[in-house]
């Protein structure tokens, strides 16, 4: 019963990596009316992963997920240049009825 329990934090760690933080703009907020969420997620991360780990941590169905890649800008800053990193965004769509409230933590 121990090993289950240990299994269930690592999976919880690697679930916290996967998933970074949620990616609140204005366009990410206009897909809440059709149940979708916006997260920042590991560069790494596959489909299935980011699906297994929003079902786990927060408890809902996910129908679906799209992922992109968002490229960084170029950002000049006392005349020196320099470049934003990239990183991975995943929009994922609810089941109906189906909520997260990414404004409280987890």
Do not use: C
Request: glycine share 8%; net charge positive.
């Amino acid at each position: 019963m121990a090993k289950a329990k240990t299994e269930q934090k690592q999976a919880a760690e690697w679930m916290y990596e996967i998933i970074r933080a949620p990616h609140i703009t204005e366009k990410a907020t206009l897909g809440s009316q059709y149940s979708q969420v916006t997260f920042r997620v590991s560069n790494d991360a596959t489909k299935p992963q980011i699906k297994e780990a929003v079902e786990v941590l927060f408890g809902v169905k996910v129908r679906g997920v799209n992922t992109l890649i968002q490229k960084g800008k170029n950002k000049r800053f006392r005349g020196l240049t320099g470049r934003r990193s990239d990183f991975k965004k995943a929009v994922v769509t609810l089941e109906e009825g189906q909520t997260i409230d990414t404004g409280t933590g987890i």
